[in-house]
């Protein structure tokens, strides 16, 4: 058990007074984290920009979520100091594209970070709603201005305000321990009350398909 470093106590105080264990304790460290994050699923999604130049920005992302709906707002975590946060900003808004689990490619190509912001978008369909780049037949998309950026640790979180928004049909692509997978639904649960008694329980449902990725990091985005 690893030996923790205990702050100093202020004279006249007490050790109950003075020592948070939650706050003062030493952390996990980043590799325990990591695991930690491995084991969330998330949609895999792309984050698009233009720069102040308009050129095209743009990478993967699998920390996104939904934070309101009057009014509409979504938030991104995206690595500090990426080009398609920097285009974000610059210009106030952009756009996310869910992706389904026929992209896969897309995902890889925007998490590459041996491409150029430019060289991404080669090769992907995408079209232009509102000005701001949509990546073509994703499952969903929506546009949208940024509301709030915010630093926390090595990302920041921004708050965007949907403007335009489209949903359609397919499954969606999923990240989760380091490897993209595919959604299956499990089997209806019969009701406590209908299940005739002395029955067996139903057989596990097999596991998701998993197509490993070793090169992407715990979550899908770019390095």
């Known amino acids: 058990m690893a030996e923790l470093a205990l702050a100093p106590l202020t004279p006249g105080t007490s050790p109950t007074a003075s020592w948070d264990t939650l706050r003062d304790e030493p952390g996990p460290d980043a590799l325990r984290c990591l695991g930690l994050y491995t084991r969330l699923a998330a949609g895999v999604t792309v984050v698009t920009a233009l720069d102040a ?37 610059e210009r106030g808004e952009f756009a996310v594209s869910f992706l389904t689990d026929r992209q896969r490619g897309v995902a890889e190509r925007f998490a590459d970070a041996a491409l150029s912001p430019t060289a991404r978008f080669r090769g992907v369909p995408v079209r232009h709603v509102l000005g701001v780049p949509v990546v073509s037949e994703a499952l969903a998309w929506s546009v949208c201005l940024v509301e709030d950026v915010r630093r926390y640790g090595d ?34 649960s019969p009701s406590p009350l209908s299940s005739p008694p002395h029955t067996s329980p139903p057989l ?20």
């Open 53 to 89: 130049a308009g050129r095209p920005a743009g990478m993967t992302v699998s920390a996104l979520t939904s934070v309101s709906a009057r009014p509409p707002l979504l938030l991104a975590c995206l690595r500090s100091g990426s080009q398609t946060l920097t285009a974000l900003k």
């Open 155 to 188: 990302h920041d979180a921004v708050v965007g305000r949907v403007r335009a928004v489209e949903a359609g049909s397919g499954r969606p692509l999923l990240w989760h321990d380091r490897a993209f997978h595919t959604l299956t639904s499990l089997p209806r």
């Open 204 to 223: 596990p449902s097999p596991p998701l398909p998993s197509l490993p990725l070793a090169s992407l990091p715990p979550r899908a985005e770019e390095s």
